[in-house]
């Protein structure tokens, strides 16, 4: 049978620590990494290539003129029309409102109608009373 040995006090028993010389190829590790960097710098090369003649081709063509188009430059679109401005409508509509609400103004001339500002509408209503039914 095979005899267990055990270590004594103070005696060390561990080997020496080593490594293969044999696992990697560091020479082939390295021209990998040389060719890979040759080829994405030479790919680098052929799209900036392509992207300058497509920018030269681009810039020599003559747009398109379509005669219809061009009579349409100044043209409005139909209504409605979205709004570009519309903090700004909305305050002019509100100047126009309280304008109206604060006037006096003729509504129909010929018919006789007029307008009064709405605090004299509201004090005639107190005064006079609101129509009831019978």
């Known amino acids: 049978m ?7 006090a ?6 020496e620590t080593q490594h293969e010389d044999s696992d990697i190829n560091l020479g082939a590790i390295l021209g990998f990494l040389a060719g890979l960097t040759v080829a ?8 900036w290539l392509l992207f300058t003649y497509f920018s030269v081709r681009e810039a020599r063509q003559v747009p398109a003129v379509y005669p219809l ?7 409005l679109p139909p209504e409605p029309r979205l709004q570009t401005q519309p903090r ?7 100047v126009h409102e309280d304008e109206i609400l604060t006037t006096y103004g003729w509504v129909d001339k010929n ?11 509201m004090k005639m209503t107190v005064e006079r009373g609101l129509p009831v039914r019978k």
Request: hydrophobic share 45%.
């Open 2 to 8: 095979a005899e267990v040995h055990m270590p004594h």
């Open 69 to 75: 188009a061009a009579q349409q430059e100044n043209r």
């Open 111 to 121: 018919a006789g109608v007029v307008r009064i500002p709405i605090d004299r509408a």
């Open 88 to 94: 700004e409508d909305l305050r002019e509509l509100r």
């Open 40 to 47: 994405c710098v030479f790919i680098n090369f052929l799209v």
């Open 10 to 15: 103070g005696e060390s028993h561990a080997p």
